[in-house]
């Protein structure tokens, strides 16, 4: 059953009339041509998919348009400021933080959520936070590496 859904997306008041009941990926990639959210598992398992909710990593694969009427959305296309790339997403390049690119977002994503949380992560949390995040090229260490160095240049002030 299409249901009016209003939201903020990247900063900006969105407003579509959708099946509520289909998944935020879909949305975001067909109806709003955001393709950075990756469909991959499509089980919320690898962490392709990830965008921002309301300041916490979700995986949009699994998650009904309903759910984020009146949220705040970011996706990897909103990261950037004013065509600046975010320090994480300059972090990744730096330290050549991925092979293929089909995970990146979700990482960068994800790791953004967590310094949200915690501003200064040891490398344990670091590790523990993206846990669930999978690459099948192996660029986790790089990935790792690029955290590190954004919280380091961040200083643990993580805008936005």
């Not at 933080?97 to 790791?111: R, V």
């Not at 961040?154 to 805008?159: F, I, T």
Request: proline share 3%; glycine share 8%; with cysteine.
């Amino acid at each position: 059953m299409k249901e009016t859904i209003q939201f903020r997306l990247n900063g900006k008041p969105t407003k579509l009339a959708v099946d509520s009941d289909r998944m935020l990926l879909w949305v975001l990639r067909t109806d709003l041509s955001l393709t950075g959210a990756k469909y991959s598992c499509g089980e919320g398992f690898c962490g392709a998919c990830t965008v921002i909710v309301n300041r916490e990593a979700v995986r949009s694969c699994q998650t009904p348009v309903k759910t984020i009427k009146g949220k705040d959305i970011i996706t990897i296309e909103g990261l950037a400021k004013d065509g600046v790339l975010h320090p994480l997403q300059q972090a990744f390049v730096k330290h050549d933080a991925m092979q293929c690119g089909f995970c990146t977002s979700g990482m960068i994503l994800t790791a953004y959520a967590l310094l949200l949380k915690n501003p200064r992560p040891t490398l344990k949390q670091i590790i523990d936070g993206m846990d669930d995040n999978l690459c099948r090229c192996g660029s986790h260490t790089r990935v790792l590496q690029a955290i590190q160095t954004a919280a380091e240049g961040m200083k643990g002030a993580v805008k936005r």
